[in-house]
């Protein structure tokens, strides 16, 4: 397939958040965009998640690499005054990140503390935001920015609890912020990937029963993988999806469509 991939995003610069490993869909989307010729940027939690990150940004030839904990003041601030003063701009942003508190996750959302739910919030949602607004200076050629977003933001989904409201703010700030930005030449969508096997996952009480579910209801008859996800960002990354902006977009082998 590799073969026959064209440099379309060559010159682009794209900071991508929210690796963890190899299964990670940040991972997904920073390979995707280094086979269309873009560089990247490249951040790991803390010093526990560095060992793990670093390979993978030198195997990526990360031309920036940094640690990024959004909950912790001043580290997004860093990071993008390294960025500017490497790249002096910014083409891509990519917001891979979730985490609520295990009780509260693994609990209904009746039961949800005040505290996990605002930082639930937080860390899954208002960061993005906090994201957009250092981005988009860097952003002078027009930009697009990504946020990982699920399908139980628009339905309800068993086991998904507090996640849902989280995703559902989530989708509703791509759109204002779309709003806010397009006239800068800046879009900016919300991705919604099937379930995938990964560490925050895991997190999700059953969620082999959810992956098992998607299989079956999915017209094109398999779950997605990591590339999917890259690929489609890397493809409304690109001119040719010059004049989308806003949307939900799935990369879930069609799942949404059925009852
Ligand atoms: N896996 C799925 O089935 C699925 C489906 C749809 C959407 N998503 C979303 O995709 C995104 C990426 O998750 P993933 O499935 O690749 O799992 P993952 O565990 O590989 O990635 C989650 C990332 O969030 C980061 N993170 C958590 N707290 C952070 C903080 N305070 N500061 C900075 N980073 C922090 C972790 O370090 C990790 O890299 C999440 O928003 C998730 O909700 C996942």
Redesign the pocket.
């Known amino acids: 397939m590799s073969a026959e991939i064209r440099p379309v995003l060559a010159g682009h610069k794209a900071l991508v ?5 190899d ?5 997904g989307c920073a390979k995707a965009f280094r086979a269309v010729g873009a560089e990247v940027a490249i ?4 010093e526990k ?1 560095r060992s793990h ?1 670093e390979p993978l940004a030198t195997e990526l030839g990360a031309e920036i690499t940094a640690p ?5 003041p001043g580290q997004l601030e860093a990071l993008f005054e390294l960025i500017q003063a490497r790249w002096g701009k910014l083409d891509i942003l990519v ?5 609520a508190p295990k009780d509260d996750l693994r609990g209904g959302l009746l039961s949800c503390s005040a505290e996990g739910f605002a930082k639930a919030m937080d ?2 949602c208002h ?1 993005f935001i906090r994201m957009a607004r250092l981005a988009a200076p860097l952003m002078s050629d027009g930009g697009t920015m990504f ?5 139980g933001a628009q339905r309800v989904v068993p086991n998904y609890n507090v ?1 849902g409201p989280v ?1 559902a703010a ?1 989708e509703a700030a791509c759109r204002y912020l779309a709003f806010e930005l397009g006239t800068a030449g800046i879009r900016v969508h919300a ?12 997190g ?1 009480k059953d ?1 082999d029963l ?2 098992n579910a998607a299989a079956r209801k999915a017209p094109l008859g398999e779950v997605v993988d ?1 590339m999917d996800v890259g690929f489609t960002c890397a493809y409304l990354a690109s001119g040719f999806a010059r004049r989308l902006t806003g949307d939900t977009v799935y990369v879930d082998g069609g799942v949404n469509v059925i009852a």
């Open positions: 958040v929210g690796i963890a490993n299964r990670s869909i940040a991972y951040t790991w939690l803390n998640a990150v990024l904990d959004v909950s912790i917001h891979s990140i979730a985490f860390v899954s960061s946020a990982m977003s699920y399908y996640m995703k989530l991705i919604s990937p099937g379930p995938l096997s990964t560490r925050a996952a895991s999700l969620f959810m992956l990591i």
